[in-house]
């Protein structure tokens, strides 16, 4: 009888230990799992940041030095002035579509927004949208609606929003915003702002 117990009491200690063991495996296995799935989400995003930088650094590379297509007739401000595009003095262009996706948009109005108090009139900030109705109205009076129209540049044919510096009628620092990737949004910003309008 007392081997029984002892054989029972033995019996039972293997069977917590293998359950500790089993429960350790197992809990390994997860965390590898899990590790697995965080190495994977950091390779993807890292991805996504290196597509998104090669883009920007090749579209700046094609549209740079382009100078844009001036029709005198469709560069009117919203109160009928007349915006000047052949300006020597540097603006910053915040070109979009209504093709493009308005969260987009709103992302880089947002972020102008953020570097320049003054935006809704400032002559240093222009925002010129195409695709909308000829009576499409905003509260920025340095906002152009082109309608149909375009400025000549590879990148509007992508309805990507993106901003450039306008000197003399030539385009020169594109830039794509991206929301994913803010930080080098606000770079660009940062940088612009401090070589062109300090």
């Known amino acids: 009888m007392k081997n029984n117990i002892i054989k029972t009491v033995l019996l039972l200690a293997i069977l917590v230990f293998l359950c ?8 390994l296995r997860n965390n590898s799992s899990k590790s697995g799935q965080e190495v994977e989400l950091i390779k993807s995003e890292k991805f996504t940041q290196e597509l998104y930088t090669k883009q920007n650094v090749s579209e700046s590379v094609i549209n740079n030095n382009i100078p844009i ?11 009928g002035k007349k915006a000047d595009l052949l ?11 209504a093709l493009s996706c308005s969260t987009c948009v709103d992302f880089g109005k947002n972020k102008i927004q953020d570097y320049f108090s003054d935006y809704k009139n400032s002559p240093d900030l222009l925002f010129v949208a195409s695709g909308y109705p000829s009576n499409y109205q905003v509260d920025l009076k340095n906002f152009l609606n082109i309608g149909k129209n375009s400025l000549g540049l590879p990148l509007e044919q992508t309805n990507l929003p993106f901003y450039f510096i306008l000197i003399d009628g030539i385009v020169q620092q594109v830039f794509i915003p991206d929301k994913s990737s803010s930080e080098y949004t606000d770079i660009y910003l940062e940088e612009i702002k401090r070589r062109y309008f300090n």
């Not at 500790?20 to 809990?27: K, N, P, R, T």
């Not at 300006?87 to 579509?97: A, D, E, G």
């Open 69 to 79: 297509r001036i029709q005198q007739d469709f560069f009117l401000y919203s109160d």
């Open 87 to 97: 300006s020597s003095k540097p603006i910053l262009v915040y070109r979009f579509s």
């Open 20 to 27: 500790v063991i089993l429960g350790f495996i197992i809990e």
